[in-house]
């Protein structure tokens, strides 16, 4: 079975659209998201641009700013703090990753904790943690929405991540022990990793390396989440972290690259948005 975020993306954004509409008529505006994206790298921009693209299509005001990599780290923190001061701004984002010479930290801290769409500020990631109210991060929750509409069972399973950045691996491993799995992070230092990954019932890929993950790494049957996106070195087409053509006659349950978490990405993007701005406006009365 192959779970297709972009289906899965669109019935989301559906039903934000639905909520957009009544927002309007409840607060008589709709939320506006702001994405900030610094230097010309082409995949980012492409990423930026499905942001865009989404946030038209579900009603909100999108505003998209453009800096070149020659700013300066004051000037980037300078203009997210006119943004968080700005009132009519209820989610900003500024696009990762940042050239070396901003300090990525201190930009996702200074990006106020109530317009935080990523979920990436750390009094985010700590409420998570402590399972206390939070944002859940973009991909990490799309990768956990593609499991329950596959209709995969998650509590009680044993389940593997591949990778431990911040922005995926961890805080997917520590959605999947929330939801009572038996949760194992292997990473690109794992010994014997084809060990590891051949017991997991549900198996989650965030290393980034083309095609990492092969057949013989997997459980017969098992639920593979695949949330790289990779050139592929041979044909320079969109590829993720797993051998798609052989994991798929293994696996019971497989999301393709293009076309699922990266959709998914942005649809919950869209999500925490909304979320962040019907906070804002309960917080004001
Ligand atoms: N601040 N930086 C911040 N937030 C994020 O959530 C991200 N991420 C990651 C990179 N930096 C970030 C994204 O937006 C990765 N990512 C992302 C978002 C969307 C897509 C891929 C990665 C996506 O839409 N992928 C499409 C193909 C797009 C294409 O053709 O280039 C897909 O079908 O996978």
């Not at 935080?116 to 990631?125: Q, R, S, T």
Request: aromatic share 4%.
């Amino acid at each position: 079975m192959i779970v297709s975020g972009t289906q899965l993306a669109k019935e989301i954004k559906e039903k934000v659209k639905n909520d957009v509409a009544k927002a309007v008529e409840i607060y008589g505006r709709p939320p506006h998201l702001v994405v900030i994206l610094v230097g010309e790298d082409p995949a980012s921009q492409s990423y930026v641009k499905g942001k865009g693209k989404d946030a038209e299509e579900v009603g909100f005001k999108s505003t998209t700013i453009l800096k070149p990599d020659t700013i300066t780290e004051q000037e980037l923190l300078d203009l997210i703090e006119s943004l968080n001061n700005d009132d009519s701004v209820d989610g900003i984002l500024v696009q990762l990753p940042l050239p070396a010479h901003i300090d990525e930290d201190k930009v996702i801290e200074t990006i106020s904790l109530s317009k935080d769409v990523d979920g990436f500020h750390p009094l985010n990631v700590a409420a998570l943690w402590q399972k206390r109210d939070c944002i859940y991060p973009c991909t990490p929750k799309g990768v956990i929405q593609l499991l329950d509409k596959a209709g995969v069972k998650i509590e009680g399973k044993k389940a593997v991540v591949i990778g431990r950045s911040n922005i995926v691996g961890l805080p997917v491993s520590k959605m999947l022990l929330d939801r009572n799995a038996t949760v194992t992070i292997a990473h690109s230092r794992t010994q014997n990793l084809p060990s590891v990954t051949s017991e997991a019932d549900i198996l989650v890929v965030a290393i980034g390396r083309p095609k990492f993950v092969t057949e013989e790494m997997v459980k017969p049957g098992a639920a593979v989440i695949d949330v790289g996106v990779n050139r592929d070195p041979a044909t320079g087409k969109l590829c993720g972290d797993v051998d798609f053509d052989t994991v798929a006659q293994k696996a019971s349950v497989i999301t393709p690259v293009p076309g699922g978490a990266g959709p998914m990405t942005r649809a919950c993007l869209m999500q925490n948005t909304l979320e962040c701005f019907l906070r804002r406006q309960n917080d004001k009365r």
